[in-house]
């Protein structure tokens, strides 16, 4: 895989400010997000993990530009987003959906199912009649019959229809691009087991490329080509899904797999890989951020922040340069690693 | 048609009819009226008011005696007598007339400042719920200054510095409604605007003005209408009481409060008499009350 990546990211960073007190003054900065860079490339399916406030639905937001980069850039197909000259957040969306996970909350309880998807085409201006004919159409797709469905409410619906409801709405303004945002983890297993079948379904047959966030490791190996791990607002690890789940080189990967429920009895877990939670973002460590958690961790971790892999490489617009390290690299940002970065165990 | 099993088990739609319901759906204000039909409550206090409002709204033609007329003859006639039913007051005017008449000014003046307050409190509240930031503080900090003064208070004051008159009541009112008004506005729309769809319906490329319509106004316009409803009967009774004091409605013209008033010094001769407008007070933004409760619990659904 050469060509441009579908979308790139470059050293994404928000902030949130926790204002207080009478003058409204900063109290405390969140650090949600912190230079995360990544590429997507069309066709794909990439799996983002991590532990609940390590910044995976922040990511998300960023990407459809619900909330405001404090900097670095977000490159889709090859034309920066909000950039003069880039693109411009409507056409964005246009190209770019996304599916929530709380599938009550993400529908109008006063619009039925037809209208919710139809939504998107209107506002974008495509006639009322087409555009409903539009969201019978996925609902078909999308499993259910558009005859029994189209005029229902979000109370009439179960879990698992609701959501079916949410991806035939993302998928109303045929977009390229679908982040499902811990899309099937409030689902019953059964039930979330279908809507996979449906997304995995729906992007064969729409030339889908899909950012699957989810703290469910499995789902996320079954689903994904390749897969990021983060933690505390930064990528620890990025690779092919065989190469992250087969070979881990971040510590905190390894430890996060290691606490994945295992079929065999032969490979019992035998004890708790990682203590406590993570660390306030308020006040990240220093260096590593997960040097507080690891086992491994030496002076240098403290003191230095391990670069991940390879110097990302220059933003590829379009025409431009293809940067070297593309999609089947292997990182990890850890100073074993990083032959000489001082760390003992550093080849 | 449904088909009921031999031992009384819950009965079953027939495929044709599921699928037909199915089909038509349940729209969420057919869900409401289903729910109304079966509060006897509401249904009774909601007859009630439109009698009330029929009996206001066709008074000449319920009526056979000039309201503002009276005779030295026939003053404080006890309830039941032969030509004036429900009596007559201090100055002998049929009490029923006045009653049916008074219900128009009443009525109006719970009404009308509700319903003014409604559109300019509700759509300063929608704004500042969901522009959120300066303007939201700006707005809702102007509020807060016209919610030092209990509602009472500042009706009075406003009356008492424009003078008394209908139209100034009713101006006062509205100005002492504007604030609950547009706090529970706020609110709602600052509760509806955090929600998921409205996120994904940004997502989806919308612009404010049909965001605004289709999601933020569908669920923030019930319960801004049931607050609404529920005012009402306060503004009936604060008209009432600035009538009393002598600051709303002017003699000779019919209001229950200023009805009430007139015929306080009566109360140890006729007391059933006297206590005619306040009976029609309480009777009336009971109802009202009642119903607003009934329609929240309506509309209230989470199923």
């Not at chain 1, 889908?208 to 703290?215: A, E, P, Q």
């Not at chain 2, 009819?17 to 759906?25: D, H, I, Q, S, V």
């Not at chain 2, 509401?42 to 029929?54: E, G, M």
């Not at chain 2, 140890?268 to 933004?285: E, Q």
Request: with cysteine; proline share 7%; glycine share 10%.
């Amino acid at each position: 895989m050469t060509a441009a990546p579908l979308l790139a990211t470059r050293n994404l960073r928000k902030h949130f400010s926790l204002r207080g007190g009478l003058l409204h003054r900063v109290q405390a900065v969140v650090q949600a997000v912190d230079g995360v860079s990544f590429e997507v490339h069309a066709g794909e399916t990439l799996g983002i993990v991590g532990e609940s406030g390590c910044g995976k639905s922040t990511t998300a937001r960023l990407l459809m530009r619900l909330v405001t980069p404090d900097a670095g850039d977000v490159v889709f197909d090859g034309a920066p987003v909000g950039r003069p000259g880039g693109l411009g957040l409507r056409d964005l969306r246009r190209q770019m959906q996304m599916v929530f996970q709380d599938s009550y909350a993400s529908l109008n309880p006063r619009l039925p199912a037809a209208m919710s998807i139809a939504y998107g085409p209107l506002v974008h201006g495509v006639p009322r009649s087409s555009a409903l004919k539009r969201a019978a159409g996925l609902l078909e797709a999308v499993g259910l019959r558009p005859e029994l469905f189209a005029n229902r409410y979000p109370h009439e619906l179960s879990g698992g229809q609701r959501q079916r409801i949410n991806i035939a709405r993302a998928l109303a303004l045929e977009p390229r691009l679908l982040i499902l945002d811990e899309a099937v983890s409030a689902l019953d297993r059964s039930i979330g087991a279908q809507v996979l079948n449906v997304l995995i379904d729906l992007k064969r047959r729409f030339n889908l490329t899909y950012v699957f966030i989810s703290h469910d490791l499995d789902v996320v190996q079954f689903v994904s080509d390749r897969v990021m791990v983060m933690y505390l607002g930064k990528v620890v690890e990025i690779g092919p899904v065989e190469e992250v789940y087969g070979h881990p080189r971040h510590p905190y990967t390894r430890a996060l797999l290691s606490a994945m429920p295992s079929m065999d009895p032969d490979h019992r877990i035998q004890q708790a890989p990682l203590g406590g939670d993570p660390p306030n973002p308020i006040n990240p460590p220093s260096g590593c951020r997960f040097r507080t958690r690891c086992a491994f961790a030496e002076d240098v971790c403290a003191r230095r922040e391990p670069p991940l892999g390879g110097v990302p490489g220059p933003l590829t617009v379009r025409g431009g340069l293809t940067p070297p390290s593309c999609s089947p690299a292997h990182d990890a940002a850890c100073h074993m690693l990083v032959p000489g970065s001082g760390h003992t165990r550093a080849a | 048609m449904a088909t009921t099993p031999a031992d009384g088990a819950l009965p079953l739609l027939l495929p044709d009819e599921a699928l037909a319901r199915a089909r038509a759906g349940n729209s969420y204000w057919k869900n409401v009226w289903e729910r109304l039909r079966e509060d006897k409550v509401t249904i009774a206090v909601t007859l009630v008011l439109l009698a009330i409002i029929l009996l206001a709204v066709f008074a000449p033609l319920v009526v056979w005696h000039d309201p503002l007329v009276g005779s030295a003859f026939t003053r404080l006639k006890p309830i039941g007598t032969e030509r004036h039913w429900l009596g007559t007051d201090e100055v002998g005017r049929d009490l029923w007339a006045r009653m049916v008449y008074g219900g128009r000014l009443s009525l109006l003046c719970g009404v009308l400042p509700v319903f003014l307050a409604l559109l300019a409190g509700g759509s300063l509240g929608i704004l500042a719920g969901f522009t959120g930031g300066f303007l939201n503080s700006a707005i809702m900090r102007s509020m807060d200054v016209l919610y030092a003064f209990p509602s009472i208070l500042l009706a009075i004051a406003i009356c008492g510095i424009l003078g008394s008159g209908l139209g100034n009541t009713i101006l006062a009112l509205t100005v002492t409604f504007i604030p609950p008004m547009v706090r529970i506005s706020e609110s709602v729309t600052a509760q509806v605007r955090s929600l998921d769809f409205v996120e994904a319906a940004r997502a989806s490329g919308s612009r404010t003005l049909p965001l605004l319509r289709y999601h933020v106004l569908n669920n923030v316009l019930g319960p801004i209408l049931v607050f609404a409803a529920s005012l009402i009967s306060i503004s009936m009774i604060l008209a009432a009481g600035l009538s009393f004091l002598g600051l709303g409605a002017t003699p000779p013209h019919p209001e229950w409060g200023l009805m009430l008033n007139n015929l306080r010094p009566a109360i140890w001769v006729a007391p059933m008499t006297a206590a005619l407008p306040g009976v029609m007070i309480f009777l009336t933004s009971m109802s009202f009350n009642l119903m607003s409760d009934g329609l929240r619990q309506a509309m209230d659904v989470r199923l």
